[in-house]
């Protein structure tokens, strides 16, 4: 047995690798830089982790996700491998630390953002380290042409001269040919070898369905669904709505969205992944690193934003190999109002701008200033005093982020402190003629230790939610308390933070990213165009479209989706019985592709396509997940 082999069945209890895994592990202790483009749950972590383990040093694995990395982290833990994240950390000397245990302390993994390998620290101490393997995830985010374009993914590269020795290996599940040029030529790889897996899934049916009564649709689908199930909704509000209204029809449900407390996250994730619950209701938040292997069935009640979103959420279903259903639920009207909007949504140079000003007037940043302060910022007040759009302005925001103009934090809820300053008797008489404050007090001493003796963080919602009070009924009783000396309180009215990253140069910060904003404007509306297409093209296999999108134009018809199963019964075997005799023949040999068929037969490439729909459909073929046709096993 190989040294990768027992690595795999010492930690992961496996005993065989799955299509390319092995090609891949090798090619990269032969110190080979690599592309790795593999389907969502080809295993592309075990392409790092295993060559990883046998190799000398430390791994970097720079990921964009801070759940993802945490999530690695903690399976790599668990299974008694040192492994840690740069996340979350408050304090110049936590970083130091944890560097300093990648340097001194044997560890095998490090994983942290591309915008934290920026860091002049981090860089200084990555000189240090024993980095003989640099991994890459979700790579696509280096291009411009990706769905998720991430600008400091561009400055990994810079990474090679700290760990000139290092390998790289560049990984993702969705890029298509021209993403795959931009990862290599952005990531500076050495004569890289690319490692592509057919993103065909023989278990998954591909669904779009027309039904204006959508709730009773998804109770239908539901019902008749015995596994674990994702629910993709465009909206946070329509999240708990939906799961409320399944769990009032005996569905247990449970909800999931961005503006969650990370303890709220993991409690709906840990609810779902334990089976508590037997639907999480989500918007795409609930992304990157999800892997459940009893997923039966994805639903998509709107519109996906682009293709690659949508493979990949729908990709998570039927990740234990069984039957599983990605079903696009789509109302009557949807596709005419959903593409005008996500139009109108997309937000141009000029729209850029304006924010960029407003947002520099509302904080009075003079023109050369950097002001380097963090600045509490409320989002809907800055909306309604400029009259703008919400949803246009948090992209903008995203937009200024993303090019590193600002940093802009979100916190979701009123961040508030409190310190009891008097003692119990004093306290009591500060409520004796005014029950709310009585029942406001009592509900924080019985809920926060630790009032009495330190500022203590507290939860307004969570206080007006126990006490079905509103939350500035708590916040006005609590400021009159502190006015009195009785309590130390703080509450900002804020709900996110901007701090800015240059000094303030209106059109020409804004200039220096308009080629890159227009390309990427340009690039959106092709991948919404090409997801109307998928919807309304119903001549031709779900499955196919997807894998032609993604450069895979000799997949076979999957036979499952809604068009096979439609137009089934209607084709006509028109086709000579030697051809069917010489096509078996030649894959009782070796399994071979539609094209490897066509180039060693004498038949055309639609005879030998329709012979192979056909021997499928009578099951005497059967497809790999490479795209191979071969005998199959009575």
């Given at each position: 047995m190989s040294i990768p082999h027992q690595i795999l069945k010492r930690y992961w209890k496996f005993s065989e690798f799955r299509p390319h895994q092995l090609e891949i592990i090798e090619a990269v202790l032969d110190q080979q830089d690599c592309i790795a483009l593999l389907p969502t749950a080809g295993g592309k972590s075990i392409c790092f982790q295993i060559p990883a383990l046998i190799k000398e040093g430390i791994c970097i694995v720079i990921s964009p996700l801070i759940a993802l990395m945490q999530d690695q982290v903690k399976g790599l833990n668990a299974k008694g491998i040192k492994a840690t994240a740069l996340t979350n950390l408050d304090q110049l000397g936590d970083l130091e630390r944890i560097l300093d245990n990648c340097i001194f302390g044997n560890y095998k993994f490090l994983y942290l953002s591309p915008e934290r390998l920026q860091n002049a620290l981090v860089q200084e101490r990555i000189k240090s380290m024993d980095v003989h393997l640099i991994a890459v995830d979700e790579a696509h985010c280096i291009s411009q042409w990706g769905h998720d374009f991430r600008p400091a993914y561009r400055s990994i590269k810079d990474i090679r001269s700290l760990c000139p020795k290092a390998t790289v290996l560049a990984l993702t599940a969705t890029a298509t040919k021209k993403v795959i040029c931009e990862i290599d030529e952005q990531l500076a790889l050495k004569q890289s070898k690319l490692f592509k897996g057919s993103f065909f899934r023989k278990n998954l049916s591909y669904k779009t369905i027309i039904f204006e009564d959508k709730n009773f649709k998804i109770k239908a689908l539901l019902k008749n669904n015995k596994q674990s199930a994702i629910v993709y909704t465009s909206s946070r509000r329509a999240t708990q709505q939906l799961a409320q209204m399944l769990n009032l029809n005996g569905i247990s449900s449970g909800y999931y969205h961005g503006g969650l407390s990370n303890k709220e996250k993991e409690h709906q994730y840990n609810q779902w992944i334990s089976d508590k619950t037997n639907v999480?209701?989500?918007?795409?938040?609930?992304?990157?690193?999800?892997?459940?292997?009893?997923?039966?069935?994805?639903?998509?009640?709107?519109?996906?934003?682009?293709?690659?979103?949508?493979?990949?959420?729908?990709?998570?279903?039927?990740?234990?190999?069984?039957?599983?259903?990605?079903?696009?639920?789509?109302?009557?009207?949807?596709?005419?109002?959903?593409?005008?909007?996500?139009?109108?949504?997309?937000?141009?140079?000029?729209?850029?701008?304006?924010?960029?000003?407003?947002?520099?007037?509302?904080?009075?940043?003079?023109?050369?200033?950097?002001?380097?302060?963090?600045?509490?910022?409320?989002?809907?007040?800055?909306?309604?005093?400029?009259?703008?759009?919400?949803?246009?302005?948090?992209?903008?925001?995203?937009?200024?982020?993303?090019?590193?103009?600002?940093?802009?934090?979100?916190?979701?809820?009123?961040?508030?402190?409190?310190?009891?300053?008097?003692?119990?008797?004093?306290?009591?008489?500060?409520?004796?003629?005014n029950d709310k404050l009585r029942l406001i007090v009592t509900c924080i001493l019985r809920t926060y230790e630790g009032v009495n003796s330190q500022e203590t963080n507290i939860d307004i919602g969570k206080?007006?939610?126990?006490?079905?009070?509103?939350?500035?009924?708590?916040?006005?009783?609590?400021?009159?308390?502190?006015?009195?000396?009785?309590?130390?309180?703080?509450?900002?009215?804020?709900?996110?933070?901007?701090?800015?990253?240059?000094?303030?140069?209106?059109?020409?910060?804004?200039?220096?990213?308009?080629?890159?904003?227009?390309?990427?404007n340009k690039n959106k509306l092709k991948k919404i165009k090409a997801v109307i297409h998928y919807i309304e093209n119903n001549s031709v296999c779900k499955s196919q479209q997807l894998l032609t999108y993604f450069d895979e134009p000799e997949s076979m018809p999957c036979g499952t989706c809604n068009v096979c199963t439609e137009n089934k019964g209607h084709s006509h075997n028109n086709f000579e019985k030697d051809n069917v005799d010489l096509i078996l023949k030649a894959l009782k040999v070796k399994p071979m592709t539609s094209r490897e068929l066509v180039s060693n037969l004498s038949i055309s490439s639609n005879e030998v396509i329709a012979i192979l729909r056909h021997l499928l459909e009578v099951e005497q073929i059967q497809q790999s997940q490479i795209n191979e046709f071969q005998i199959k096993c009575p």
């Open positions: 999480i209701v989500a918007t795409n938040a609930f992304g990157m690193g999800i892997d459940k292997a009893n997923v039966s069935l994805v639903v998509h009640t709107d519109i996906p934003e682009s293709l690659e979103h949508y493979f990949q959420e729908a990709g998570r279903a039927g990740r234990n190999q069984e039957k599983a259903e990605a079903v696009l639920l789509i109302g009557t009207n949807d596709i005419q109002n959903t593409q005008k909007w996500r139009i109108e949504q997309i937000v141009d140079v000029p729209y850029i701008k304006l924010i960029y000003k407003k947002l520099c007037a509302y904080f009075q940043i003079a023109y050369g200033e950097l002001s380097e302060e963090k600045h509490g910022f409320n989002f809907d007040s800055f909306c309604t005093s400029y009259g703008l759009a919400k949803r246009k302005t948090y992209d903008s925001l995203k937009v200024l982020e993303r090019h590193g103009l600002i940093v802009f934090e979100e916190y979701f809820k009123k961040k508030a402190t409190i310190f009891f300053l008097v003692n119990h008797n004093t306290l009591q008489k500060s409520f004796e003629h206080v007006a939610k126990t006490l079905h009070l509103n939350e500035d009924e708590i916040i006005e009783n609590l400021n009159a308390l502190h006015a009195k000396e009785i309590v130390r309180f703080k509450c900002k009215n804020s709900d996110a933070q901007i701090t800015f990253v240059q000094p303030r140069e209106d059109d020409r910060a804004i200039h220096r990213i308009s080629k890159v904003v227009s390309t990427q």
